[in-house]
T-cell receptor, first 114, second 111 residues
Framework: EPEVTQTPSHQVTQMGQEVILRCVPI?????FYWYRQILGQKVEFLVS????????KSEIFDDQFSVERPDGSNFTLKIRSTKLEDSAMYFC????????????FGSGTQLSVL | DAKTTQPNSMESNEEEPVHLPCNHS???????IHWYRQLPSQGPEYVIH???SNVNNRMASLAIAEDRKSSTLILHRATLRDAAVYYC????????????FGQGTRLTINP
């Protein structure tokens, strides 16, 4: 079965540094998402992306965050100046369409900000 | 998105059926009931979804109450691999595409 691929699986960075988390969604999918999960807490929506633009974002997704689909296969999440509280597992997801279409999630990138 | 209520945790034995309940008394007519699960150290994984009728797939069955105010995810024969957090999520056929996760039910399977 096709899957969403995320790299790296773990990333350690210093506070204030920029990080880019990478995702390869399923090839024929059109909708892309980033979620995060702080240890012991629930999965939180960050942003959804369709047709090369953000379709929805949460309050968490402030000016420090940006997303990009730089080519036909990758979908990236950039955090410009990381904070300690950005430490979390970040999940990328994709779906083929809208409405009731199911989301396929990657295995996540564990980001640790020191 | 309308709210769902699930027990925080449940426990069952291997090879026995498991019934995971979900209450959604404020469900609207266009809301589908979705179930996802999250295995340890994994991303969420789709399990099943339905609107009004009961649904079956290779992973599970979904039983939906006649008034749609509650539903039950049924794992017919639990294995150790089914130990996960199970999320019941309402999602409209229209509008926002995101899934809104609650706390879910942590299912423990005893050997």
């Amino acid at each position: 079965e096709p899957e969403v691929t995320q790299t790296p699986s773990h990333q350690v960075t210093q506070m204030g540094q920029e990080v880019i988390l990478r995702c390869v969604p399923i090839s024929n999918h059109l909708y892309f998402y980033w979620y995060r999960q702080i240890l012991g807490q629930k999965v939180e929506f960050l942003v959804s992306f369709y047709n090369n633009e953000i379709s929805e974002k949460s309050e968490i997704f402030d000016d420090q965050f940006s997303v990009e689909r730089p080519d036909g296969s990758n979908f990236t999440l950039k955090i410009r100046s990381t904070k300690l509280e950005d430490s979390a597992m970040y999940f990328c997801a994709s779906s083929i369409g809208q409405g009731i279409e199911k989301l396929f999630f990657g295995s996540g990138t564990q980001l640790s900000v020191l | 998105d309308a709210k769902t209520t699930q027990p925080n945790s449940m426990e069952s034995n291997e090879e026995e059926p498991v019934h995971l309940p979900c209450n959604h008394s404020t469900i609207s007519g266009t809301d589908y009931i979705h179930w996802y699960r999250q295995l340890p150290s994994q991303g969420p994984e789709y399990v099943i979804h339905g609107l009004t009728s009961n649904v079956n797939n290779r992973m599970a069955s979904l039983a939906i109450a006649e008034d749609r105010k509650s539903s039950t995810l049924i794992l017919h024969r639990a294995t150790l691999r089914d130990a996960a957090v199970y999320y019941c999520i309402l999602k409209s056929a229209q509008g926002a595409q995101k899934l809104v996760f609650g706390q879910g039910t942590r299912l423990t399977i005893n050997p």
